[in-house]
């Protein structure tokens, strides 16, 4: 290899002021303010509006950024009409996929400045989780139901996916899971969004192909895959036999690892504590131990517990189906999204890295015929 930075790792592509990874020290900062803090502290809203202006906001340009979002989650009919004909085999992610570029062909101009990045990005906001919320209604032969302006985004979304407002616990945990999500630097969704909008295509079109990126099971998609392991396992007795089984065969623990942190994910840490209070109790002994026997025999590669391990026991203790768990990481990162590319295309330049030839040059072209 010319470098070594195979799979981009450890390479800087620009310098950023929006957030802040410790990856030895498990310490995670969303400008300047520890996740931790935020996440007991703060809200969805506010922490959207620190990542995307950098300060955080004062009491009345809070109430003015809730209810500006609170506003724009109408959906427009088209599209509601396009959600009843998306099939109903579609996973969640890619319906979403398609649900935000149909918006995009409603209002998909280039996006050439900050200032109309985040004019969209509160539309887009607004509307992932009812976009989400309705398609799991239709898909389950329910009626959607109109969204609030008077619930928090975290509220409104419980409401409108069980048709009831939720406990105070359950919206609680779902900002705090909002806010963990919404932004990791330069991970891999994150660099699709940007890669897109260094050509100066639209904001539409970057966050279609930054929700692509994140459906993957390396990525975002690994919330899904680690409560499914934990349904496989199926009893605390049995983890440790599964986890040998699955060293052996090559399998990858879902929820674990982490190209940048080599030791536990703070947000890990915090979901963790609410996986404790509100999770299904077998599930969460069956995590527990699985963690023990990570921590012991991979602990040494740098392997350990990242976001995705815990937050599905705590989406399952509020009655939502796996198969949407990708999507409330998308709700979340909606927000990283949005910032970062605001944040690049003030200062563009086309994202183009190198791949090293390694192939033959210079062969003679037969014709098909005489191959
Ligand atoms: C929100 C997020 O995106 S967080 C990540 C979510 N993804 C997951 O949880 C999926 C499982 N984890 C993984 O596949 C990986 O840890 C990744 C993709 C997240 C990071 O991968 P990389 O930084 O490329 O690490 P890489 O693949 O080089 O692995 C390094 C070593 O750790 C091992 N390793 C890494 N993750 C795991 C895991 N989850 N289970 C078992 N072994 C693992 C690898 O086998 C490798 O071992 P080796 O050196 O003996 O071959
Ligand atoms: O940073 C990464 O590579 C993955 C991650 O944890 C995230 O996107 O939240």
Redesign the pocket.
């Given at each position: 290899m010319v470098n070594s930075g195979k799979?981009l790792e450890n390479v800087y592509i620009d310098q950023s002021s929006i957030c802040y990874i410790d990856g030895f020290g498990g310490k995670l900062y969303y400008r300047g303010y520890s996740i931790e803090e935020l996440a007991e502290m703060s809200s969805f809203e506010e922490v959207t509006f620190l990542l995307w202006y950098g300060e955080l906001p004062t009491k009345k340009e809070l109430e003015e950024f809730s209810k500006e979002l609170a506003r724009s989650r109408k959906l427009p009919e088209e599209l509601l009409d396009l959600l009843y004909r998306i099939p109903k085999t579609a996973h969640p992610m890619g319906a979403l996929r398609t649900a935000v570029s149909f918006l995009g062909n409603l209002n998909g101009e280039p996006s050439a400045t900050p200032e109309d990045v985040f004019r969209k990005g509160i539309s887009v906001t607004a509307k992932i989780p009812v976009i989400v919320a309705t398609l799991y209604r239709i898909k389950n032969g329910l009626d959607p139901i109109e969204p609030s302006t008077k619930l928090s985004h975290a509220a409104n979304f419980l409401y409108m996916l069980h048709g009831e407002k939720p406990p105070k616990e359950w919206e609680k945990a779902m900002d705090v899971a909002l806010i963990l999500y919404a932004e990791h630097e330069i991970?891999a969704s994150t660099l699709t969004v940007m890669t897109v909008g260094s050509t100066l295509s639209d904001y539409y079109s970057a966050i279609v192909a930054g929700i692509g990126a994140l459906k993957g099971?390396?990525?975002?998609g690994?919330v899904e895959g680690a409560i499914r392991q934990f349904m496989e396992i199926g009893s605390p007795e049995k983890v440790e036999e599964w986890f040998f089984n699955a060293l052996k065969e090559k399998r990858?623990?879902?929820?674990?690892?982490?190209?940048v942190y080599k030791t536990y994910d703070p947000r890990a840490k915090v979901f963790k504590k609410y996986a404790r209070l509100l999770g299904d109790k077998t599930l969460y002994e069956i995590a527990e131990r699985l963690e023990r026997l990570v921590l012991e025999h991979?602990g040494k590669?740098g392997?350990s517990i990242?976001?995705?391990y815990w937050s599905g026991i705590v989406f399952h203790a509020m009655g939502i189906p796996i198969e949407l768990y990708t999507t409330i990481f998308a709700m979340g990162r909606i927000a990283g999204w949005t910032a970062h590319l605001a944040e690049y295309i003030s200062h563009n330049r086309l994202i183009r890295p190198r791949l090293q030839y390694v192939g033959e040059i210079g062969k003679k072209y037969v014709p098909v015929e005489m191959r």
């Open positions: 799979g991970n099971p390396l990525h975002g690994a990858r623990i879902m929820g674990a690892g982490h190209r991979l590669k392997v990242n976001v995705d």
